[in-house]
Antibody, heavy 122, light 107 residues
Framework: QLQLQESGPGLVKPSETLSLTCTVS??????????WAWIRQPPGKGLEWIGS???????YYNPSLKSRVTISEDTSKNQFSLKLTSVTAADTAVYYC??????????????WGQGTLVTVSS | DIQMTQSPSSLSASVGDRVTITCRAS??????LNWYQQKPGKAPMLLIY???SLQNGVPSRFSGSGSGTDFSLTISSLLPEDFATYYC?????????FGQGTKVEIK
């Protein structure tokens, strides 16, 4: 059974870089059948797709965050990572990693990690 | 970006009630629409993909329908474990976007 687990600092200072890692178990991130994504949820609010990384190494980012986001992978550790630079209080959120499942032109996120709360504060 | 608008934002219902949540897209997303359930303090869980296909293990009381810009999620007979927040998500065009959520509460 595939499982994803986010890890990283729970507190980041304004203007600094948020760095999170998602460790995947029960499956390989090197599979060409899936892609990997980061999604966030500010406290009490809805969900926002941050970006995705594909088997080829290609990345796609939400334009609203694109200038500050980098998603990368480490296949040797079966992990993928998120870096978000120049954070502000607006970046305070629960950050989820998830597997993207493409099926023809459709795709969806399943499963998700449990999420990790990152607070931006001095 | 494609905006997804759910209605209502919240509703109160009783166990055994039939509940329908609607999701409207700002432009056609054809059938590229998914539904997720999120319980407090937990990650979202996929319920329905491609408008009407039930994810493995999801009870048959859940169903989805629609096309183009108008979609719905129906729970035929609410059980206590169905009280949660539900989100629609379009996967027609990036950036993938979600509705604001519909919270289903106990009456």
């Amino acid at each position: 059974q595939l499982q994803l687990q986010e890890s990283g600092p729970g507190l980041v200072k304004p203007s600094e870089t948020l760095s999170l890692t998602c460790t995947v178990s029960g499956g390989t991130i090197s599979s060409s059948n899936y892609y990997w994504a980061w999604i966030r949820q500010p406290p009490g609010k809805g969900l926002e797709w941050i970006g995705s990384i594909y088997y080829s190494g290609s990345t796609y980012y939400n334009p609203s965050l694109k200038s500050r986001v980098t998603i990368s992978e480490d296949t040797s550790k079966n992990q993928f990572s998120l870096k978000l630079t120049s954070v502000t209080a607006a970046d305070t959120a629960v950050y989820y990693c998830a597997r993207g499942v493409p099926a023809g032109l459709n795709n969806w996120f399943d499963p998700w990690g449990q999420g990790t709360l990152v607070t931006v504060s001095s | 970006d494609i905006q997804m608008t759910q209605s209502p934002s919240s509703l109160s219902a009783s166990v055994g009630d039939r509940v329908t949540i609607t999701c409207r897209a700002s432009q056609s997303v054809f059938s590229y629409l998914n539904w997720y359930q999120q319980k407090p303090g937990k990650a979202p869980m996929l319920l329905i993909y491609a408008t009407s296909s039930l994810q493995n293990g999801v009870p048959s009381r859940f169903s989805g329908s629609g096309s183009g810009t108008d979609f719905s999620l129906t729970i035929s007979s609410l059980l206590p474990e169905d009280f949660a927040t539900y989100y629609c998500q379009q996967n027609y065009r990036t950036p993938w976007t979600f509705g604001q959520g519909t919270k289903v509460e106990i009456k």
